[in-house]
């Protein structure tokens, strides 16, 4: 029973291509997040969606686009896929009251553009 | 802006050793406080937290307190095991009223048997 679950796992794909990262949760949290961690471990936010809305939207390059179908789910969508895309992108989740600050992850995907 | 600031990594240690992880962070307002910690292939997990000044989080036998007057929430254990191998991550939310967690740059520990 996996509480945020990410796929693919590992993503090895091409400059130029279009890909996307799925992220489920089964927590029942209205907040969900997908956060960047580069080859240093650097974690930095991208985006916080809360029931399906758009919250937070770091500096994050356009062609990354994060979708919410319904708040138990939140893709990530990479046009023009670029070298410095590389990482490991997590994508997380937490309840309602802003004030835990406790985030569950899941396992991360890592994306290797070549 | 909020930030975290802790000590370069990476870290080696016996078993058995002590453990100090520096943490300080700026920030307006009163922050949460919490350490993360990733195991090799895995996603972050909160380890411990503070929610107001000298509050102290514990965990699995490591400690953390909040120190208001010196912006500081190291992270200690007094013997560390070959399991505790991980990456640290310091972080704080609500700082100036935003939800968003502020990571540190995270400190590779590794213990030796």
């Known amino acids: 029973d996996t509480a945020v679950s990410q796929t693919p796992k590992y993503l090895v794909t091409q400059m130029g291509n279009d890909k996307s990262i799925k992220c489920e949760q089964n927590?029942?949290?209205?907040?969900m997040y997908w956060y960047k961690q580069d080859s240093k471990k650097f974690l930095k936010i991208m985006f916080s969606?809360?029931?399906?809305?758009?919250?937070i939207n770091e500096t994050v390059p356009n062609r990354f686009s994060p979708k919410s179908p319904d708040k138990a789910h939140l893709n990530l969508h990479i046009n023009s896929l670029e070298l410095g895309d590389s990482a490991v992108y997590f994508c997380?989740?937490?309840?309602?009251?802003?004030?835990?600050?406790?985030?569950?992850f899941g396992e991360g995907s890592r994306l290797t553009v070549l | 802006g909020d930030s975290v600031t802790q000590m370069e990594g990476p870290v080696t240690l016996s078993e058995e050793a002590f453990l100090t992880i520096n943490c300080t962070y700026t920030?307006?307002?009163?922050?949460?406080l919490f350490w993360y910690v990733q195991y090799p292939g895995e996603g972050l997990q909160l380890l411990l937290k503070a929610t107001k000044a000298d509050d102290k989080g514990s965990n699995k036998g490591f400690e953390a307190t909040y120190r208001k007057e010196t912006t500081s929430f190291h992270l200690e254990k007094g013997s560390v095991q070959v399991s505790d191998s991980a990456v640290y991550f310091c972080?704080?939310?609500?700082?100036?009223?935003?939800?968003?967690?502020?990571f540190g740059k995270g400190t590779k520990l590794t213990v030796n048997p």
């Open positions: 969606y809360n029931n399906k809305e758009l919250i």
């Open positions: 920030a307006t307002g009163y922050p949460s």
């Open positions: 927590l029942g949290h209205d907040t």
């Open positions: 972080a704080l939310s609500g700082g100036g009223g935003s939800e968003k967690l502020v």
């Open positions: 997380a989740s937490s309840p309602r009251d802003r004030n835990t600050g406790e985030l569950f």
